[in-house]
């Protein structure tokens, strides 16, 4: 997974068909993202963010997931307890 600047003006990653464009003064504008301008830094997390997707959606449907689900119950702070035969919670050594 990389993604490449190549001659200053374009982006592109090897594992997703998106790609950016320089619109100068180290600006760029995401395939994704239109009506977008974003910095540099901005323009790749945002291209590493869709050579990501290609993997989730191929993984998701093993749990029986969208990949927004799967992105939305891993990310939800609620879903951090711990499993009911996990003792650590009751005897204090682990706060739930």
Same mark, same amino acid.
């Given at each position: 997974?990389?993604?490449?600047?190549?001659? @200053?003006?374009?982006?592109? @990653?090897?594992?997703?068909?998106?790609?950016?464009?320089?619109?100068?003064?180290?600006?760029?504008?995401?395939?994704?993202?239109?009506?977008?301008?974003?910095?540099?830094?901005?323009?790749?997390?945002?291209?590493?963010?869709?050579?990501?997707?290609?993997?989730?959606?191929?993984?998701?449907?093993?749990?029986?997931?969208?990949?927004?689900?799967?992105?939305?119950?891993?990310?939800?702070?609620?879903?951090?307890?711990?499993?009911?035969?996990?003792?650590?919670?009751?005897? @204090?050594?682990?706060?739930?």
């Amino acid at each position: 997974m990389a993604v490449q600047i190549v001659a @200053g003006v374009s982006m592109c @990653g090897d594992r997703t068909p998106h790609h950016a464009r320089s619109v100068g003064q180290e600006r760029w504008v995401v395939s994704f993202l239109p009506g977008r301008t974003l910095t540099t830094q901005q323009a790749v997390a945002a291209l590493q963010i869709a050579e990501m997707t290609g993997e989730l959606a191929r993984l998701t449907p093993f749990v029986g997931l969208t990949p927004l689900e799967a992105v939305g119950f891993a990310m939800w702070p609620g879903r951090l307890r711990r499993a009911p035969w996990d003792r650590r919670v009751e005897t @204090g050594e682990v706060r739930a």
